[in-house]
T-cell receptor, first 113, second 116 residues
Framework: GNSVTQMEGPVTLSEEAFLTINCTYTATGYPSLFWYVQYPGEGLQLLLK?????DKGSNKGFEATYRKETTSFHLEKGSVQVSDSAVYFCALSDPVGNEKLTFGTGTRLTIIP | GAVVSQHPSRVICKSGTSVKIECRSLDFQATTMFWYRQFPKQSLMLMATSNEGSKATYEQGVEKDKFLINHASLTLSTLTVTSAHPEDSSFYIC????????????FGPGTRLTVL
């Protein structure tokens, strides 16, 4: 079956540091890949997505590239801010015709000034 | 993005009672709604998928008679935890999809259920 493995947290960084949160996946077909973010007290929000190999998703300074050869979708940001403190979830969806999402365990990120 | 609300945000109940959680899509029509359960420091686990006007499809291992899901309209789905027990204590999250954006789901803020 499908599965997502992401870097365990918590992760604590100083403001303006470089961020990488690793995510790898196992899927039988060609899934779409997502990063969701959950700010304190709020629901999950889609941060970025990529639907095919070599696609790069980007939003709010975050980027992730769909790497089929390494089955990875690592999240990166060049310079984090305090407002980026949240829990980040990597997820994949089944191929065509199925909207089910399989999530990783989430990584709690805390940015200190 | 589209907004999904959940009510209540927190609920505490006694063992053996039933609890209903509402999930509403506020500014879009959710043709499909999903219910998830999240244990502390663990991932979201899909419980069931429901399409408006039809019976929910439950994931393997989820008791459909215990977790009753109703999706009576394009903006409302409810999850009723029947005869709740302490092991049902968890964080329940719903999401909705309009089907217009490929595979994008919009999530509610979640409901924390505590069964005493």
């Amino acid at each position: 079956g499908n599965s997502v493995t992401q870097m365990e947290g918590p992760v604590t960084l100083s403001e303006e540091a470089f961020l990488t949160i690793n995510c790898t996946y196992t899927a039988t077909g060609y899934p779409s890949l997502f990063w969701y973010v959950q700010y304190p007290g709020e629901g999950l929000q889609l941060l970025l997505k990529a639907t095919k190999a070599d696609d790069k998703g980007s939003n709010k300074g975050f980027e992730a590239t769909y790497r089929k050869e390494t089955t990875s979708f690592h999240l990166e940001k060049g310079s984090v801010q305090v407002s980026d403190s949240a829990v980040y979830f990597c997820a994949l969806s089944d191929p065509v015709g199925n909207e089910k999402l399989t999530f990783g365990t989430g990584t709690r990120l805390t940015i200190i000034p | 993005g589209a907004v999904v609300s959940q009510h209540p945000s927190r609920v505490i109940c006694k063992s053996g009672t039933s609890v209903k959680i509402e999930c509403r899509s506020l500014d879009f029509q959710a043709t499909t709604m999903f219910w998830y359960r999240q244990f502390p420091k663990q991932s979201l686990m899909l419980m069931a998928t429901s399409n408006e006007g039809s019976k929910a499809t439950y994931e393997q291992g989820v008791e459909k008679d215990k977790f009753l899901i109703n999706h009576a309209s394009l903006t409302l789905s409810t999850l009723t935890v029947t005869s709740a027990h302490p092991e049902d204590s968890s964080f329940y999250i719903c999401s909705g999809s309009s089907g217009s954006s490929y595979n994008e789901q919009f999530f509610g803020p979640g409901t924390r259920l505590t069964v005493l």
